[in-house]
């Protein structure tokens, strides 16, 4: 994400509801930048409860992508890549969900969208929070 989204938020009216959808690597983007996010954005946490974070191992696992380790991956003395791939991605969803709830401004859980929510919705439940 660079500036240019959040240039582009500023020039929204205020009776225009927007959603800008940061990567999950947002966390990274320097102190400046979230600064301005939250400056500029109602910063929401879209939550994922137990159950999903390990669908969430398992899809990774299954197909891994490139990903910012920030030095989570660590693998034992010993340990194949494939036994400590599962453990360190757990870790890195741990770390990531503290980064996310100290940047917050409102949490949901993104189960309880996951049927598919209109912007219209969306903005209502952020609002009712």
């Known amino acids: 994400m660079t500036g240019d989204a ?3 938020m500023d020039q929204l ?4 509801p927007a959603v800008l959808d ?4 947002v966390i990274y983007t320097g102190d400046t930048l979230l600064t301005r996010l939250r400056e500029t954005c109602q910063v929401v946490y879209l939550e994922a409860p137990a159950n999903w974070r390990e669908k969430m ?3 990774y696992c299954d197909e891994p992508k490139p990903v910012l380790w920030q030095g989570v ?8 890549h494939d036994d400590a791939l599962p453990r360190c991605y ?5 770390v990531r969900a503290r ?9 949901l859980r993104a189960d309880k969208l996951h049927d598919g929510v209109s912007l219209e919705a969306f903005v209502r439940r952020v609002a009712d929070e």
């Open 6 to 8: 959040l240039d582009a």
């Open 13 to 16: 009216s205020g009776d225009q």
């Open 22 to 25: 940061t990567t999950g690597s």
């Open 57 to 59: 191992v398992k899809l």
């Open 73 to 80: 991956f660590h693998p034992y003395v010993g340990e194949s």
């Open 90 to 94: 757990r870790d890195l969803l741990d």
């Open 99 to 107: 980064a996310y709830e100290a940047l917050q401004d409102v949490r």
